[in-house]
């Protein structure tokens, strides 16, 4: 008996790559020699693939040295690595669902907003999450009261794209803000005002879905802020467990960390070692471990069908975790960045043994 399919779901251009051997920061190779292990034989392909009269799915398999596409059922188990926002796209995949299909980070975009409501109901989370509310003008003006600092980020947006500051520095406020939108933009701008907001700030939080937050009192490597990248995924036994964790250190003078912002990967004890030798890393390391846990199992009870997590979580200078975002659609390449290989291949691996879970029937532990 041949091994069962379990569906990756792509986008389109990771899609194009495959037969190439080009699939970007994705290493499917990984997902091959997790199936191999596992007993399943990983299939891939796009949202519109499949047939949905039949239930027949036209998708690339591994023959031999060559991926070819093939015609099959669609797989019982599918884990969603693309992103499809439009309604047409959620119907689909909801028609999947109703076929008995499994589908792991079925929505993988949650607003940011709606992330930090669902934890903000948690009351032992509360206390690592920053004040934040949608960003309209009048938010805005009222959190510049209370903070000195601001964060003022789109809701839905990834790798640090259209992040501005806002900072106060005597009776005079400035403004840093990106140039453009696109995903690595490296051109910056500060204006300074003293009471009307800035006109490119109000079109674009009138324009787009922002959110606006206190800026937490993140730690630093030598006056540069640094956050701690997760990986938070389900495995073998369907229950929460931590990958890997590597920190990212923003660019100097700079206030992202995101490694497409211009971030350099270092591992958490390096820093530890190196910069905060008054704590203990394994003590730190546990604590930013259980934070990490206590997060996705809180929001699994809310959000369906979570297996597989990219977390920001910065920490104070004495150690204390801080809620940054949740990823459902995480990078990895960070891991590969900081030559943890072993993280790196793991991050691949733990899907596929969730996916082995459902597939042998096994139900998911909160």
């Avoid at 905060?276 to 996705?296: E, G, K, S």
Wanted: charged letters at 20%.
């Amino acid at each position: 008996m041949s091994n069962p399919y379990v569906g990756i779901l792509v986008n389109d251009s990771l899609y194009a790559g495959i037969p190439l051997g080009n699939t970007q920061y994705e290493a499917i190779r990984f997902y091959e020699d997790a199936c191999n292990l596992y007993g399943l034989t990983p299939c891939y392909f796009r949202i519109h693939d499949v047939h949905m009269k039949t239930m027949k799915v036209h998708a690339y398999v591994k023959d031999g040295q060559h991926f070819k596409r093939k015609w099959s059922d669609l797989p019982k188990v599918i884990h969603n690595r693309a992103i499809y926002l439009d309604t047409s796209s959620a119907k689909i995949l909801e028609a999947w669902k109703q076929q008995g299909v499994t589908l792991f980070n079925h929505w993988n975009r949650y607003s940011k907003m709606r992330i930090h409501e669902i934890l903000w109901k948690n009351e032992s989370i509360r206390p690592h999450l920053p004040c934040s509310f949608p960003a309209t003008i009048g938010n805005v003006k009222a959190m510049m009261d209370s903070y000195d600092t601001l964060i003022i980020k789109p809701t839905h947006s990834s790798i640090g794209r259209g992040v501005m500051k806002l900072a106060r520095q005597g009776n005079v406020w400035k403004l840093l803000y990106p140039l453009n939108l696109k995903l690595t933009n490296r051109s910056w701008r500060t204006l300074k005002f003293r009471h009307h907001l800035p006109g490119i700030l109000q079109r674009r939080i009138r324009k787009g879905k922002y959110m606006v937050q206190e800026c937490l009192p993140l730690a630093t490597v030598d006056g540069a802020p640094f956050d701690l990248r997760i990986s938070v995924q389900r495995g073998t036994d369907g229950a929460w467990g931590v990958t890997g964790i590597i920190a990212k250190v923003a660019a100097r003078k700079h206030f992202l960390t995101n490694v497409a912002q211009g971030g350099r990967v270092v591992s958490l004890s390096e820093i530890l070692n190196n910069h905060y030798p008054q704590l203990d890393p394994d003590a730190v390391c546990r604590q930013m471990t259980n934070f990490a846990l206590q997060v996705a199992q809180h929001l699994s009870t809310e959000l369906p069908n979570l297996a597989d997590l990219g977390l920001d979580i910065a920490m104070r200078d004495d150690g204390f975790p801080l809620f940054i975002e949740c990823n459902g659609k995480d990078q990895r390449y960070s891991f590969r960045e900081a030559n943890m290989q072993e993280c790196w291949r793991a991050t691949y691996f733990n899907p596929m043994a969730y996916a082995k879970f459902i597939l042998d029937g096994g139900t998911p532990p909160c």
